[in-house]
């Protein structure tokens, strides 16, 4: 999906990153490893009429001009089934519009909140079965067992101005899900006449940095969270890392030039990298099961200088390009990395449409600027750099100048940023914290998620980290979902039996599907850094024919400029306070 974009691009940004959503098949429930289970809790009935809660005041929330716009019963089909919710709408002042699904004859008083993605700006229905697709058949979900909320994080999508306000920035950054979960608690003591047992968060894109800033900073809102290829690092992701994936494509090196590498291309390259490292498993199914343990080099399918075709080979300046994009960009003068991560090895077949046109190389020139890396740089562009002596663009982002961290980047990181790694607050109040991350990510780079892991256990211990966090990586899935791997996962029955029962999570089962959502093969997938390893007989599309591996590869993050981002700091604030 590719839709036109208007100059800051909020509400196409918002439908691009539906996957926030609809495609967190990865935060799955009911199919799982091993024995994990939640708390028995019986259904709860509704202790009065739905249209009742439309006269609840939530101005101690929102503050003064908070209402409930409505309150009616609606039903939703999950899984060929209908359920019913009192589904509730209204606003949190100034102007987050949200809307809680409370199931009215099937709650087993668990709540949870669904992050939104890109630069959020519309309201997802949290009755709807696009949005319980993060449940891969998991019956807690499915049959309604969950009251559910969704925000559009206080700004509408069809409007450019909240960028530059001063709230809508801070409702934007941290505090529209808060509040509206604060609304969906006390909508739930109303309805049902008690509180919620167990209350999560789930969130893929920005609604995994959503997912963190929750841990951060309201460590006492979640019992337990799923956070999804977190945009954790928002300033950096969404200046210099997409910035830099438009200018190592221009043929001029800037935003004026056109795109030197095409769809058929980055199709070539893949299938070339697959051909070298694909397998790591030990299964010929073409995954890379660690792509830093993938030494590649594309300049080894690069044209003869006198080859007459160029169609099944890389030219010397798509070469480049690939290199460019793989390394990312270094200080001129300290040859220090400017990013801790780029596009790793085994995702370019999902670079198309983000770092490369959905066109091939014989279609003709397609401007840079047509570029999904260059349209979410240039919708974020308030966000990250309100308050900076000038305006830089795209083509004066400091990418061989680590002073632009300082110089740019610093003033907003603690306000847009989740990037803190001391969560020593969130595991105190019995937390528990899901992180996973696709290694063919084509929009953020899982080696920022590993980082952020990294800086957890150097700032908490790693047997600290151990008690309450776990990471999960997975092999030739995409963004939020999609790919060549096994993009189904059960990760909420996990967190679940985490939070309720106390059993830590394992090895956990992952799908791939037909059509029909037939499972057609499983594979586990271990806790970082273990690797799930063909035992060498037996069907290889059978989960049970694997066994945890050790890690193939040891090194740490490497060393990069913006390192510091990832130590602890104390989270910044503007606007109307949240309660």
Known sequence: MRPSFSRLHLQPLWLLFLSALALLALAACGGGGGTSAAATLPIVAPKVDCSTLASLDITDIGGSGSTITSATVTSSTLNGTAVQFCKVTGTLAPSNTFQIALPVSTWTQRFAELGCGGLCGNVSDPSAQSSFSFSYSCPL?????????????????????????????????????????????????????????????????????????????????????????????FQIQNSLYHGWNVIAQSTTGDSTGNATLYADKATLLHKAVVAACGGQSGAPDGLLADPRACSFDPASIECAANATSTSQCLTAAEVATAGKIYGGPMDATTGQRMLVGSPLLGSEANWIGVEVPTTASTAGPTPVTGLFSDLIVTGAYNLIFTGSPTMPTIDTFGYHDASFYANYLTARHALNDATNPDLSAFQKAGGKLILWHGWADQHISPRYTIDYYESMQSTMGAANVDQFARLYLVPGVGHCGGGEGFPNIDLVSQVTAWAEGGTAPDAVTSYQTDSASNVTATRPVYPYPAVAMYSGSGDWHSGSNFTRGAALYTGKSPSWAGAAFYAPYTAAVQGVAAP
């Open 141 to 233: 979900v499915q049959t309604g067992g969950f009251v559910t909320a969704a925000t559009d994080m206080g700004h509408s999508g069809q409007s450019s101005s909240w960028a530059s306000n001063t709230q809508q920035q801070a409702d934007f950054a941290y505090r529209g899900q808060h509040i509206t979960t604060l609304a969906a608690k006390k909508l739930i003591q109303a309805y049902y006449g008690q509180a919620q047992q167990y209350s999560y968060f789930i969130g893929c894109s920005d609604g995994g940095r959503e997912a963190l800033m929750a841990a951060q900073r309201y460590p006492n809102d979640y019992n337990g969270i799923i956070a999804g290829a977190p945009a954790a690092h």
